[in-house]
């Protein structure tokens, strides 16, 4: 599952440092997002999720935001490590679609020693 | 591991052929899910199955097919293949209906190349 050659905007920063990735979606009606992970060689891993009633969620060493009022979905990782030099995908669904995902078109994040 | 298997990994074809890629879900997932993952359009959704039964179809090109046995393993069908149609192809699985009850579990992918 090799996303290397995937024409995508990257986002390169120093270990150590805190990264955000940001998505914007375009329904209006979504109400559940997703960020996934890719690393090269393997397929897409989930990573966090929210929906709509919420505005923050955190993981361990994830938060993801949401600002529904701009369509806009933000997942910041903190203290990065090289181990999360991936590829990120955001996703959203609504109860309207039948609940099918549909996928941003990804960000590659690479993490400098 | 996901628990997702997909086979061939590989695979290297010419224009014009037909080819069968597997997949087998996760234990207990009912849903299976196939995307195609190309260099200029990222993660595109073409088919959903359910049990056995066509849940939601997404941009499948009319030469394309698949069907969820009743053993739930999937399979994705690609006929008249053209250059196009090179891409890494995933096969993924939930319990229930992603984006109701969560993440999906992607699998390895199965990579086709078409000469």
């Known amino acids: 599952g090799e996303s290397v050659g995937l024409h995508l905007p990257t986002l390169s920063v120093q270990e150590g440092d805190n990264s955000i990735i940001n998505c914007a979606y375009s329904n209006s009606a979504s109400d559940y997002f997703i960020w996934y992970k890719q690393e090269s060689g393997k397929g897409p891993q989930f990573i966090i999720d929210?929906?709509?009633?919420?505005d923050k969620r955190q993981g361990q060493r994830v938060t993801v935001l949401l600002n529904k009022t701009v369509k806009h979905l933000s997942l910041q990782i903190a203290a990065t490590q090289p181990g999360d030099s991936a590829v990120y995908f955001c996703a959203d669904s609504n109860n309207n679609a039948g609940n099918m995902l549909t996928f941003g078109g990804g960000t590659r994040l690479m993490v400098k020693p | 591991d996901s628990g997702v298997t997909q086979t061939p990994k590989h695979l290297i074809t010419a224009t014009g052929q037909r080819v069968t890629l597997r997949c087998s879900p996760r234990s207990g997932d009912l849903s299976v899910y196939w995307y195609q993952q190309s260099l200029d359009q990222g993660l595109q959704f073409l088919i959903q199955?359910?049990?056995?039964?066509?849940?939601a179809k997404g941009n499948i090109l009319e030469r394309f097919s698949a069907q969820q046995f009743p053993d739930l393993h999937s399979e994705l069908n690609l006929s008249s293949l053209e250059l196009g149609d090179s891409a890494l192809y995933f096969c993924a699985s939930s319990a229930g209906l992603a984006g109701v009850s969560g993440e999906l579990f992607f699998g390895e992918g199965s990579r086709l190349t078409v000469l």
């Open positions: 929210i929906r709509s009633n919420m």
């Open positions: 199955y359910y049990n056995g039964e066509e849940r």
